[in-house]
Nanobody
Framework: QVRPRESGGGLVQAGGSLRLSCAFP???????????MGWYRQSPGKERELVARIERGGTPNYADSVKGRFTISRENSRKMMYLQMNSLKPEDTAVYYC?????WGQGTQVTVSS
């Protein structure tokens, strides 16, 4: 079992940008692109929610709250997934988790100050 590893979280002012990365150490390439993958987030007192997801065929899907501001992408040759977050809002503050199939990362904190 491969545990995804997130990086790139931090503190940013409202209107700023962050780029999250997710690595899949030890995962073979065919497994990497054979399953859906995505980013989820969880704020204190709330359930974990989908932020953005890439389906097996490569189609991206976004939560309505982030459409037009966030972009999910993947780099097959490096087995990496990214989440570019622009025009960040305080309500985007959460722990962001990388997901691949049944595997979850430990999460990275994103804090947006007003």
């Amino acid at each position: 079992q491969v545990r995804p590893r997130e990086s790139g979280g931090g503190l940013v002012q409202a209107g700023g940008s962050l780029r999250l990365s997710c690595a899949f150490p030890g995962m073979i390439l065919s497994t990497f692109w054979s399953k859906p993958m995505g980013w989820y987030r969880q704020s204190p007192g709330k359930e974990r929610e989908l932020v953005a997801r890439i389906e097996r065929g490569g189609t991206p899907n976004y939560a309505d709250s982030v459409k037009g501001r966030f972009t999910i992408s993947r780099e097959n040759s490096r087995k990496m997934m990214y989440l570019q977050m622009n025009s960040l809002k305080p309500e985007d503050t959460a722990v962001y988790y990388c997901n691949h199939g049944e595997d979850w990362g430990q999460g990275t904190q994103v804090t947006v100050s007003s």
